[in-house]
C-alpha cells in the first residue's frame, strides 16, 4: 500500500502557506479550508505540527487573539521567507504535476 | 523582572479548570509526555495553551477532543517533539543546574534540620557540621533516582494514566526499597565522617547558585517571549 504521509505532509505544508497568505487565520479555519477543497480525513491534529514546523522555520508567525468561542486563538501570518517559500513551492508543483500527470495516463502494454 | 514562563504557566493552569474532567487527563498525559522531551519550556507551555485552545473549543462545539486530534494522542506530540524547537546545549545545562542545585539544597537543608548539627546550632552556636560519607551517597542515590523517577514518570505519562494495577504495585515496592536503602546507607555510615565544614558556607554557596540560575532563567524565559512576539 502506498504510503501517503510523505506526499500529504509536503503538500499540505504549501496549502496551508497559500491559506495563510490569502488571510490570518487559524489552525480549526485552515483546517475547514482544507476538507472544504477535498482534502479529507484532515483533522487539526494533523496540522497543528506543520504549523509549528511552518512556524520554526519562520515561514508563518502565529499570534494569540481573543476568540469569540472564550479561550484565545493563535492566528497566523505569512512572513517574507514563507511568501518565498510559497512561490517556490508552486513554480515546483506546477513541473512536477505536468509530469505526474504525464506518467500516471500511460497506458499499460 | 518576574518571569514571563511562570505567567504562561498560571494562565494555562486556570485554562485547564475548564476543561471536562476527560479532556483534563488528556492533557495532563499529554504534557506530561512533552515533558519527557527535548522541547523548550517556554514551547512546551505554549503548545500547552494551543491544545487547551483546541480541547476547549472542541467542548463548546460539543464534539471530543480526538475528534478534533484524533484519537493518537502519543503520535500527535511526537510529531510536535519532531517538529518543535528543540533545547539547546545551554538551556538543558541551566534545566538540569536548577533541579541539582534545588534538589541538593533541600536534602542539604533537611541533613542540618535532622543531624546533631541543628542541636550544635541552637545549644551551643556552633555552625560546625560534619559531612559524611553517608550523607554523600544518600544525596547523590536521592538525586539520581528523583531524576530516574522523573524521567520514568514522563516518558510512560499515557501507559501509567491507563491505572495498571501491576505497573503500579511495583512503582511502589521499587520507591520504597530504594528509599530504604537511602535511609539504611545514611544511617549506617553515620560516623565515617570526612570533613567538618561550616554549615553556613554551602548554604551561602547553594542559595546563590538558585538564585543566579533562577535569573539566568527567567532572563531567558523573557527573551524568547520578546523573540516570539
Known amino acids: 500500500m502506498f504510503d501517503k504521509s510523505q506526499l500529504m505532509r509536503g503538500t499540505l505544508e504549501g496549502c496551508i502557506l497559500k491559506i495563510i497568505s490569502l488571510e490570518v487565520t487559524y489552525g480549526y479555519e485552515i483546517m475547514l479550508k482544507l476538507t472544504g477543497y477535498g482534502f479529507n480525513d484532515i483533522r487539526e491534529g494533523t496540522i497543528y505540527p506543520l504549523l509549528v514546523r511552518l512556524e520554526k ?41 505536468v509530469a505526474v500527470t504525464k506518467i500516471l495516463s500511460l497506458e499499460v502494454k | ?78 510529531e510536535l517533539m519532531k517538529n518543535g524547537r528543540q533545547k539547546t546545549l545551554n538551556e538543558k545545562a541551566l534545566e538540569i543546574l536548577y533541579v541539582l542545585v534545588f534538589g541538593v539544597g533541600t536534602l542539604y537543608l533537611v541533613e542540618i534540620l535532622f543531624s546533631s548539627t541543628i542541636i550544635n546550632i541552637v545549644k551551643f552556636g556552633q555552625f560546625t557540621m560534619p559531612i559524611t560519607s553517608g550523607f554523600l551517597v544518600s544525596t547523590f542515590i536521592a538525586v539520581v533516582m528523583a531524576f530516574s523517577v522523573y524521567n520514568y514518570f514522563t516518558k510512560n ?35 565515617t565522617v570526612l570533613w567538618s565544614v561550616n554549615c553556613l558556607y554551602p548554604a551561602a554557596f547553594l542559595a546563590l547558585a538558585f538564585v543566579l540560575i533562577k535569573r539566568l532563567e527567567d532572563r531567558h524565559a523573557n527573551n524568547l517571549l520578546k523573540f516570539n512576539r
Open chain 2, 1 to 78: 523582572m518576574a518571569n514571563q514562563l511562570e505567567k504562561l504557566r498560571k494562565e494555562n493552569n486556570l485554562l485547564d479548570k475548564q476543561l471536562s474532567k476527560e479532556n483534563n487527563t488528556i492533557m495532563m498525559d499529554m504534557v506530561c509526555y512533552l515533558r519527557s522531551s527535548d522541547l523548550c519550556d517556554y514551547d512546551i507551555e505554549i503548545i500547552r495553551k494551543e491544545l487547551t485552545g483546541m480541547a476547549l473549543e472542541a467542548q463548546l462545539r460539543n464534539e471530543k477532543f480526538s475528534d478534533a486530534v484524533g484519537d493518537d494522542y502519543k503520535a500527535l506530540c511526537d
Open chain 2, 157 to 191: 505519562s499515557f501507559e501509567l494514566s491507563n491505572h495498571n494495577r501491576k505497573t503500579q504495585i511495583k512503582f511502589i515496592i521499587a520507591f520504597t526499597v530504594v528509599w530504604t536503602a537511602v535511609l539504611l546507607i545514611r544511617v549506617f555510615m553515620e560516623n
Open chain 1, 57 to 97: 522555520k519562520d515561514l508563518i508567525c502565529g499570534e494569540f487573539k481573543p476568540s469569540p468561542l472564550g479561550p484565545s486563538r493563535k492566528y497566523y501570518f505569512i512572513t517574507k521567507r514563507g511568501k518565498e517559500a510559497l512561490n517556490s513551492f508552486e513554480a515546483y508543483w506546477q513541473s512536477i504535476s
